[in-house]
T-cell receptor, first 115, second 112 residues
């Protein structure tokens, strides 16, 4: 069974630009969650999508948005990039959703550098 | 919302010694507590979890204990080995209701 796939793996942007990251979950998983990982803050929850609907949202500004398609693939978008957005963005898929007792399967992440 | 505090942020132990990582949570309604391990350059992976209806769970050299009254839970690793070196994250949620909230992580170094 293929794991969680995230693209692109690395990207460099400049302040003010926007970026779109993609996540393909494990086949059959309907939940995709996004987390921002930085050295000082650990894993911070961005949002979760389940069957194309946003089910939960973390405390991030509106510049961070996401969506999920009918095949469960998910994208997240960050507009008007700031230096502080530099981070590893991890997506995680699960059969039942983050917060349930089902395991989260993480992708390898997309490392975003904002210059 | 839920807040999870994790200590220590870094921990060094000699190979063969035990390691303990502690987490506290704020929402007394939280009832699901997983631990994830992230090796250098790799993705986080679930290593053990516990629900609030039990006080302790073991899996070979790792164990997790939960104190609901004090709202804290701990990861115990015995007979540590170099391959245990990684960043460990605790997390908490209200099962089926709220997303997992993670602690900031503990970097464990096992010195051979």
């Amino acid at each position: 069974k293929a794991g969680v796939t995230q693209t692109p793996r690395y990207l460099i942007k400049t302040r003010g630009q926007q970026v779109t990251l993609s996540c393909s979950p494990i086949s059959g998983h309907r939940s995709v969650s996004w987390y921002q990982q930085t050295p000082g803050q650990g894993l911070q929850f961005l949002f979760e999508y389940f069957s194309e609907t946003q089910r939960n949202k973390g405390n991030f500004p509106g510049r961070f948005s996401g969506r999920q398609f009918s095949n469960s693939r998910s994208e997240m978008n960050v507009s008007t990039l700031e230096l502080g957005d530099s981070a590893l963005y991890l997506c995680a898929s699960s059969a039942s959703g983050t917060g349930t007792s089902g395991e989260l399967f993480f992708g390898e992440g997309s490392r975003l550098t904002v210059l | 919302g839920e807040n999870v505090e994790q200590h220590p942020s870094t921990l060094s132990v000699q190979e063969g010694d035990s390691a303990v990582i502690k987490c506290t949570y704020s929402d007394s309604a939280s009832n699901y507590f997983p631990w994830y391990k992230q090796e250098l350059g790799k993705r986080p992976q679930l290593i053990i979890d516990i629900r609030s209806n039990v006080g302790e769970k073991k899996d070979q050299r790792i164990a997790v204990t939960l104190n609901k009254t004090a709202k804290h839970f701990s990861l115990h690793i015995t007979e540590t080995q170099p391959e245990d070196s990684a960043v460990y994250f605790c997390a908490a949620s209200i099962e089926g209701n709220t997303p997992l909230v993670f602690g900031k992580g503990t970097r464990l170094s096992v010195i051979a």
